[in-house]
C-alpha cells in the first residue's frame, strides 16, 4: 500500500469528521498474512488490517499490539 494513499485518506476523514478504523487490501497469492512491508506499515498505522489472499479467497484482520501481531476475530454478519 502507498503510504501517500493512506496518508491522505486519514487527511480526507479528519476533514469530514470520521474516524479511520482499519485498512484492507489483497494479496495475489494464498496467504492472508501480514508480509513485512505490512508489518512495517502496522507500525506507522496502528489501526486494524484486513488482508484478502486472493487465490485462497481467504480473509484475516491483524493488528500490531506493543509489538506483537494479533490475529483479530472476523465476525461476518
Known amino acids: 500500500m502507498d503510504p501517500r494513499g493512506v ?3 486519514y487527511e ?3 476533514s469530514r469528521g470520521i474516524d479511520l ?3 484492507y487490501h489483497t494479496h495475489p497469492g ?3 498474512t501480514p ?3 505490512d ?7 496502528p489501526i486494524p488490517w484486513l488482508i484478502i ?3 485462497s479467497n481467504d480473509a484475516k484482520a491483524w ?5 506483537f501481531l494479533k490475529e483479530l476475530r472476523i465476525r461476518w454478519i
Open 7 to 9: 496518508l491522505k485518506a
Open 12 to 14: 480526507e476523514a479528519r
Open 21 to 23: 478504523v482499519g485498512l
Open 30 to 32: 494464498f496467504l492472508a
Open 35 to 37: 508480509s513485512h512491508k
Open 39 to 45: 508489518l512495517r506499515g502496522m507500525e506507522l498505522w
Open 53 to 55: 489472499g486472493l487465490l
Open 63 to 67: 493488528i500490531l499490539c506493543e509489538g
